[in-house]
């Protein structure tokens, strides 16, 4: 499986297409780069959805030589012994070890049978034995074949690829495979009580098969997807040709499924299950070629994702140079994420404070009140809340201790205005005293105050004032 293809193309015409996406490229990166790292990915997954005892999970991983059914039987039976001989007599194509060669000359067959899906008894019904010969000779030699000719018929086609199929070494879905092939037709569902039924679970069935393909040598899964997606197309046309998923399962179930040299008699306990698999396969081949959501995330993980999700061989590829490369765009990402977070921020602060200035500007004239007045305007950012919410009107009033005041209050019986030089740097508004009060409530706002009122309360003022002095020279004089 080639994982990338990288085509340079002058034709301005086609630059416009669209780009297609493989969602499995990392998958397959990962498969050649550390298949090492895949295998244990996916058989831990493998396990998670069927129970494979030691012994068969170390003959899934290769660590052991397969124990199959028929394999310490004393029986040599007639049926047993000419398959032996037959593959012995090993050709380029015929006989020996699954090869891109071999799978290139057989793929002319499935392209041709394509054409002819409407052929009654497709795999079934036997072809010529002669035109078979020639034709196996011809992929034999590596010679060009034209199948189209009408020299040769489909049920000979189909007859010499299933003979393909039957003369290779072992199965095309690997002896290594059998038993885990043989728990996933077990996998069914469970009632409500927790009880397990006779019901298929097929989403799991279809879950283990995509993981249990993906493990596959890469010729054996190429060979495996031309061949069901053949066999689907053909049980699609079954009115015309007469062969359900079934009927082809039961003519490819000994080529790609049973184990080597075995009869029906080794295989009487599971026959039944291996099968049903096959016809399984068939009907859902379209689904289960794609790795699934899981695998494809962890796979991308692994080349591009954080190092909270890295492990350490994860770590030598975030430094190589096509790495490296992807840090500024990943620092931008998060610079524009954090600022986009920081305003969102400030926008819930700001509404937070408007809504506690309005709460404070409701609430009854207190001691309470307004220490917390006091607080916002300790805060000029605090302040900017205020701006659409109406002061309130009650004005802050102010008491003077000092002795020039407790003489004016002696003398004129009124409090007066009373300026006060703001603390901070910023000014504060102005404090109403309680003289401006009382010329509020008798005139009704600062703009009725005329200009002779002004006067007048300015000269009370002074004639206070001169008496208070003359006041207290005739007290000195008359001490002295």
């Known amino acids: 499986d080639a994982i990338c293809n990288f085509v340079i193309c002058n034709d301005s015409s086609l630059r416009s297409q669209p780009i297609i996406f493989n969602p499995d490229f990392f998958v397959e990166k990962l498969r050649h780069e550390k298949p090492e790292v895949f295998t244990e990915l996916v058989v831990s997954n493998i396990t998670r ?24 039987s004393t029986a040599s039976g007639f049926f047993r012994s000419l398959m032996s001989l037959k593959r012995k007599e090993k050709g380029v194509v015929f006989g ?32 010529n034995s002669i035109r078979q010969q020639i034709l ?25 690829l299933k003979m393909f199929l039957g003369e290779l070494p072992e199965p095309l879905l690997t002896h290594k495979h059998f038993h885990a092939h043989l728990k996933i037709a077990d996998l069914t569902l469970f009632d409500e009580k927790g009880n397990k039924t006779s019901t298929p679970d097929k989403e799991r069935q279809i879950e283990a098969l995509q993981l249990l393909f993906l493990i596959l040598p890469a010729p054996n899964r190429s060979l495996l997807k031309l061949l069901l997606d053949l066999l689907y197309q053909t049980a699609k046309k079954q009115d015309k040709n007469k062969m359900s998923a079934h009927n082809l399962a039961l003519m490819f179930a000994p080529h790609i499924l049973w ?65 490296k490369e992807l840090q500024p ?63 309130s009107p009650a004005p802050r009033r102010t008491r003077s201790r000092s002795f020039s005041g407790l003489i004016k209050r002696k003398v004129l019986g009124t409090p007066v205005i009373l300026e006060r030089k703001s603390r901070d740097a910023t000014p504060e508004p102005e404090r109403v005293s309680k003289e401006n009060v009382h010329l509020l409530q008798k005139c009704g706002s600062p703009a009725h105050v005329s200009q002779a009122k002004l006067k007048s309360l300015e000269g009370r003022k002074e004639e206070s004032c001169r008496r208070m002095r003359a006041h207290l020279l005739s007290k000195d004089s008359s001490s002295l």
């Not at 129970?51 to 899934?60: H, I, N, S, T």
């Not at 993980?301 to 030598?316: E, I, P």
């Open 49 to 72: 959805l069927i129970d494979l005892p030691g012994a068969e999970l170390a003959q899934l991983m290769g660590e052991e030589d397969p124990k199959l059914p028929g394999a310490n």
């Open 96 to 127: 020996s070890p699954l090869t891109e060669e071999g799978i290139a000359q057989v793929s002319q067959l499935i392209e041709y049978l394509h054409k002819n899906l409407r052929a009654e008894g497709l795999f079934r019904v036997p072809g």
């Open 136 to 160: 196996k000779d011809a992929l034999n030699s590596g010679t060009d074949i034209d199948l189209d000719s009408g020299e040769f018929h489909s049920n000979d086609v189909a007859t010499l």
């Open 259 to 323: 184990p080597r040299n075995v009869t029906a008699n080794d295989l009487q306990e599971n026959i039944t299950k291996l099968n049903n698999g096959v016809t399984f396969m068939i009907k859902h081949s379209q689904k289960l070629f794609k790795a699934p959501a899981y695998i494809r995330e962890c796979a991308r993980l692994h080349y591009l994702g954080s190092r909270a999700h890295t492990s350490k061989d994860d770590l030598d590829l975030l430094t190589s140079p096509s790495s």
């Open 329 to 391: 765009l990943k620092s931008q990402k998060r610079s524009r994420l954090d600022t986009c977070h920081q305003e969102e921020t400030q926008q819930r602060t700001e509404e937070a404070l408007k809504e506690l200035f309005r709460h404070v500007h409701n609430m009854p004239d207190s001691a309470k009140k307004k220490k917390l007045i006091r607080q916002f305007n300790k805060h000029p950012a605090a302040l900017t809340p205020g701006s659409d919410v109406p002061t």
